[in-house]
């Protein structure tokens, strides 16, 4: 009898499935097509790409094929395949598959057209073009904390960008681009909110805080997200964490510093080669500014004593930061102009300082930075597209700089209670 009445519970439970991750979760689930695909560099933007993407573990063997643009489509016979490396990375919701190809020997200025996969399962197409060998104009995109709403509110700033600069040749990336760096969730909605334009346009990163988080072991570390998803010029400082890296692109030498760790053995680095900088301007970006924005911060005096004295002597240009989750720009200081903004929907109350020539809070931005021979152009746009701010540098004999303010007129500046 007992064996009776335990027989229909048994064969309910047999028949009781488990619970299926909600479509938020299940859209960000590895599987056998790449998806996370993302450009940068490893090494000359003028000859060579870098590509990361994600699949499954256990595929066949990773590839990567390029070729140089065409507008028939036949020229698939003709792609050169590249094979992959690729690295495991354990989430707390599952194992993925991460892989990365170069391409060098490439033409200067070329567009070529590339795609990733197994051989069975391929990526689309993208089109790329190459850095030009020698100083030409060009711009890109600088984008202020993303952390919060990236699938849902940070991609329309994004994709905005996009309408405004379609030719942007790079994105930077001042930090905290989610709020919990271990999460591969949030990760997955920043991947969403970039889409295609990750792939097609290389992305140049810096860490923030919120890269760094508690391992199982109790110490804090640089997620391992990062490593995968990024691969990055390997020549910073020896012994410095990730983070600290320059590229040169068409004059201009950009450089990333870690601004969360190792400060002094940056700064000696830094000095290093700005000493032996054959550009004609230099932009820095990092995440923690070097004076704070927002009600309750304290400016970083260890950035301020560190590394101010060599933007002063060096003649930095441009200084692009975040993580004060409000937007501020100085004019001239010594030869550099300070700029920190905010491109996603976490916000904070502005503090506002006699340095701040132009601020906003509350409100979603991005940047375009134009380079023509003498002259760097800054524009602010919100994520509507219009024009919040702006101003000119121009370089004169023996490197001097002038400044002009070119913010636009009749436009208040957003601030409360006036900003909604």
Same mark, same amino acid.
């Given at each position: 009898?007992?064996?009776?009445?335990?027989?229909?519970?048994?064969?309910?439970?047999?028949?009781?499935?488990?619970?299926?991750?909600?479509?938020?979760?299940?859209?960000?689930?590895?599987?056998?097509?790449?998806?996370?695909?993302?450009?940068?560099?490893?090494?000359?933007?003028?000859?060579?790409?870098?590509?990361?993407?994600?699949?499954?573990?256990?595929?066949?063997?990773?590839?990567?094929?390029? %070729?140089?643009?065409?507008?028939?489509?036949?020229?698939?016979?003709?792609?050169?395949?590249?094979?992959?490396?690729?690295?495991?990375?354990?989430?707390?919701?599952?194992?993925?598959?991460?892989?990365?190809?170069?391409?060098?020997?490439?033409?200067?200025?070329t567009a070529y057209l590339y795609r990733v996969g197994d051989g069975d399962h391929w990526s689309e197409w993208f089109q790329v073009r190459?850095?030009?060998?020698?100083?030409?104009?060009?711009?890109?995109?600088?984008?202020?904390?993303?952390?919060?709403?990236?699938?849902?509110?940070?991609?329309?700033?994004?994709?905005?960008?996009?309408?405004?600069?379609?030719?942007?040749?790079?994105?930077?990336?001042?930090?905290?681009? %989610?709020?919990?760096?271990?999460?591969?969730?949030?990760?997955?909605?920043?991947?969403?909110?970039?889409?295609?334009?990750?792939?097609?346009?290389?992305?140049?990163?810096?860490?923030?805080?919120?890269?760094?988080?508690?391992?199982?072991?109790?110490?804090?570390?640089?997620?391992?997200?990062?490593?995968?998803?990024?691969?990055?010029?390997?020549?910073?400082?020896?012994?410095?964490?990730?983070?600290?890296?320059?590229?040169?692109?068409?004059?201009?030498?950009?450089?990333?510093?870690?601004?969360?760790?190792?400060?002094?053995?940056?700064?000696?680095?830094?000095?290093?080669?700005?000493?032996?900088?054959?550009?004609?301007?230099?932009?820095?970006?990092?995440?923690?500014?070097?004076?704070?924005?927002?009600?309750?911060?304290?400016?970083?005096?260890?950035?301020?004593?560190?590394?101010?004295?060599?933007?002063?002597?060096?003649?930095?240009?441009?200084?692009?930061?975040?993580?004060?989750?409000?937007?501020?720009?100085?004019?001239?200081?010594?030869?550099?102009?300070?700029?920190?903004?905010?491109?996603?929907?976490?916000?904070?109350?502005?503090?506002?300082?006699?340095?701040?020539?132009?601020?906003?809070?509350?409100?979603?931005?991005?940047?375009?930075?134009?380079?023509?021979?003498?002259?760097?152009?800054?524009?602010?746009?919100?994520?509507?597209?219009?024009?919040?701010?702006?101003?000119?540098?121009?370089?004169?004999?023996?490197?001097?700089?002038?400044?002009?303010?070119?913010?636009?007129?009749?436009?208040?500046?957003?601030?409360?209670?006036?900003?909604?």
């Amino acid at each position: 009898m007992a064996a009776l009445l335990l027989a229909p519970a048994l064969a309910v439970r047999a028949q009781e499935k488990p619970a299926a991750d909600p479509p938020e979760v299940q859209m960000h689930r590895p599987g056998t097509l790449p998806d996370r695909i993302t450009l940068t560099w490893v090494s000359d933007p003028a000859t060579s790409l870098a590509v990361t993407w994600r699949t499954e573990p256990g595929g066949k063997g990773p590839v990567a094929q390029i %070729v140089p643009a065409h507008p028939g489509i036949s020229f698939e016979a003709k792609a050169k395949s590249v094979e992959a490396s690729t690295q495991k990375l354990d989430t707390k919701r599952w194992q993925a598959a991460y892989h990365t190809a170069q391409f060098q020997g490439l033409e200067p200025d070329t567009a070529y057209l590339y795609r990733v996969g197994d051989g069975d399962h391929w990526s689309e197409w993208f089109q790329v073009r190459t850095a030009k060998d020698k100083p030409a104009p060009f711009s890109f995109l600088y984008f202020g904390d993303v952390q919060h709403g990236m699938r849902s509110l940070w991609s329309r700033v994004l994709r905005e960008s996009f309408r405004t600069a379609p030719d942007a040749r790079f994105m930077v990336f001042a930090g905290d681009l %989610v709020t919990d760096g271990n999460d591969d969730l949030l990760w997955g909605d920043l991947f969403y909110g970039g889409g295609w334009l990750f792939a097609m346009t290389p992305v140049l990163p810096t860490p923030g805080n919120h890269e760094y988080r508690k391992d199982d072991d109790g110490e804090t570390r640089l997620t391992k997200h990062w490593g995968a998803q990024f691969k990055l010029r390997p020549n910073g400082p020896e012994g410095v964490d990730h983070g600290a890296y320059y590229i040169d692109y068409q004059g201009v030498r950009m450089v990333s510093l870690n601004s969360y760790k190792q400060v002094e053995e940056q700064a000696a680095w830094l000095d290093d080669i700005l000493s032996r900088n054959p550009n004609k301007w230099t932009v820095a970006f990092f995440h923690y500014p070097l004076y704070s924005l927002s009600k309750g911060r304290e400016d970083h005096q260890s950035l301020i004593k560190g590394w101010k004295p060599v933007f002063d002597r060096r003649g930095v240009d441009l200084v692009l930061t975040g993580h004060d989750h409000t937007y501020a720009r100085s004019g001239l200081q010594e030869r550099t102009v300070y700029v920190t903004s905010v491109s996603g929907s976490k916000m904070y109350e502005l503090d506002r300082k006699p340095w701040m020539k132009r601020a906003a809070e509350n409100t979603q931005l991005y940047q375009v930075v134009s380079v023509d021979g003498d002259r760097l152009s800054f524009e602010t746009r919100t994520a509507t597209g219009s024009l919040y701010d702006a101003f000119e540098l121009r370089k004169g004999p023996g490197g001097t700089v002038s400044f002009k303010d070119r913010a636009p007129k009749g436009v208040p500046e957003r601030i409360r209670p006036a900003a909604d």
